[in-house]
């Protein structure tokens, strides 16, 4: 952990995945809402870059945990730093992930096993760990970066966005009365690195399905800050997942198959 000097003022907020797309997008509008931000990604590197940004920018203070989120020892060093009383966390953005471009069987198991680790079991763990002081505080936020893909029939990846929608669903309403607030963010297609990461080709989509991640952390950060257990930015896919649950799987399978 390399803690960087900066401004005190306001709460402090961890984002995993923070030095890229939504996380990255995550991390600089708390930071101009005036938190302080602990930043969480595997690159050593682009974290140091990205906490001299914020505090550039902003006048953030800042922490880097370089850690790997698929694995147990990177996880355990997020945990202790959830955990840890004399530095609480009242805001955490559960946004790191990966994505799979080929068909399950296509897949190597192990992959697959990384891939269902680090969107359900790791955001559970640190979900669970920010709750304690949370819960203890009588105040807290948690964001868990989920996908419209929750909401359509899309393989392991719709179902493991689907278990964080479920979950922050129920969160939302266990522990909304004892001051904390669950919110699954759900966007669509958007312009980060993700699709490039996986090598998607990004031209097979409509330009009208793609979103700003501004747009997309703006609408999930006050949908969060309003209680809402779940986000949807922007009308057209507030509209497209209306209109999956009342249509067959059958119908929505294709679209699905290239939605994020």
């Known amino acids: 952990m390399n803690p960087q000097t900066a401004s005190t003022s306001g709460s402090t907020a961890l984002v995993t995945g923070a030095t890229a797309g939504l996380g990255a997008e995550f991390a600089r509008q708390l930071a101009e809402q005036g938190h302080r931000v602990v930043l969480v990604a595997r690159d050593a590197g682009r974290l140091a870059a990205t906490a001299a940004e914020l505090e550039n920018s902003y006048g953030t203070a800042t922490e880097t945990i370089a850690a790997d989120l698929t694995d147990d020892a990177g996880i355990a060093a997020v945990v202790a730093r959830l955990s840890d009383p004399a530095r609480p966390v009242e805001i955490l953005v559960n946004n790191a992930g990966i994505g799979l471009l080929r068909p399950f069987e296509d897949n190597d198991i192990a992959e697959e096993k990384k891939h269902l680790k680090l969107h359900v079991e790791t955001a559970m763990e640190l ?43 129920s969160a939302n309403m266990a522990y909304a009365a004892r001051g904390v607030k669950v919110t699954a963010v759900c966007p669509g297609f958007t312009h980060t690195e993700f699709h490039d990461r996986m090598g998607m080709d990004k031209t097979a989509t409509p330009r009208w399905m793609w979103l700003e991640a501004r747009q997309v ?38 679209p699905a198959r290239r939605a994020k």
């Open 127 to 169: 979900s669970h760990a920010a709750l304690q002081g949370m819960l203890g505080r009588q105040s807290g936020r948690i964001i868990n970066v989920a996908s419209v893909a929750a909401f359509l029939p899309r393989g392991t990846y719709s179902a493991a966005k689907a278990w964080l929608l479920s979950f922050s669903r």
């Open 217 to 254: 952390v703006s609408e999930g950060l006050a949908d969060n800050a309003k209680g809402k257990a779940v986000s949807i930015p922007s009308k057209r896919y507030k509209v497209l997942t209306s209109v999956s649950r009342v249509l067959p799987s059958k119908l929505v399978a294709g």
